[in-house]
């Protein structure tokens, strides 16, 4: 971010802690110990994702049944914890931030937002964003959405000013869906796959739009790129994928 590089590293107590370096002045600062550990629990934590916005880098800890969202200006005044979240996944990976993005700034929105896969008790994994405060991190569904719910993203992208992200509906199976943050805008893109089974993966960006592996009508598995309006078939590489 700027002129800073970040870095995580853990000290001789076993405190797990977030460094800067200044590239311009060539200086570091110790900015904040992210978790307070004892020397059986380094094992245990884990890293997530980390964003950068125009003036800020968020990252995503956990140890345990917590999460952690974090954000730094490269200051240790401005680092600080955004919230804490319960982690109860299970699994080997982070429970929040694994996958994530940054929003390109909507007016009236003055200040970037993100948007991560997060897991609660009772949807599971789904779409969450944060505006960068403890309240305005939350569940892009709340429990009485009535909306279509993706579930398990991934490989949050943005492409052309637009978040697209692969996730999961029991109708449709892993397609393509876009998100500005909110509810109301979180739609399905296309559906590749007629049914329930439809499989998308290994979103990868290149300068014509997005590449991914995506089971097709009567190709089966096969290379597709998406460049914000349409869907073209690259290769019918081998017959039914």
Partial sequence: MGKYIFFISANSAYQLQLTAMDTTLGTVTHLSNLQITDSWDLPYVKIG???????HL????QLYDTAYLWKTDGTVAGTVLVKAL???CGASISCFGYYGAVLPIRPPQAQPHIVFDGYDDTFGYG????SGFDDGTHSLYSSSSS???PTDPEDFMQ???VIYFNATTSETGREIWKTDGTPEGTELVTQLYTGEEGYISFFTKTPL??????RGENVGYEPYLFDG???????????NG
Avoid at 127 to 130: A, D, I, L
């Fill in 147 to 149: 909306s279509v719910r």
């Fill in 229 to 239: 309006d349409t869907i073209r078939l690259l290769s019918d590489v081998h017959e």
């Fill in 49 to 55: 994702t980390s964003l950068v916005t125009e003036d």
């Fill in 127 to 130: 779409v969450w964003t944060s």
């Fill in 86 to 88: 319960s982690a109860t």
């Fill in 159 to 161: 492409h052309n000013g």
């Fill in 209 to 214: 739009g997005i590449a991914f592996q995506g």
């Fill in 58 to 61: 968020y990252l995503f800890t």
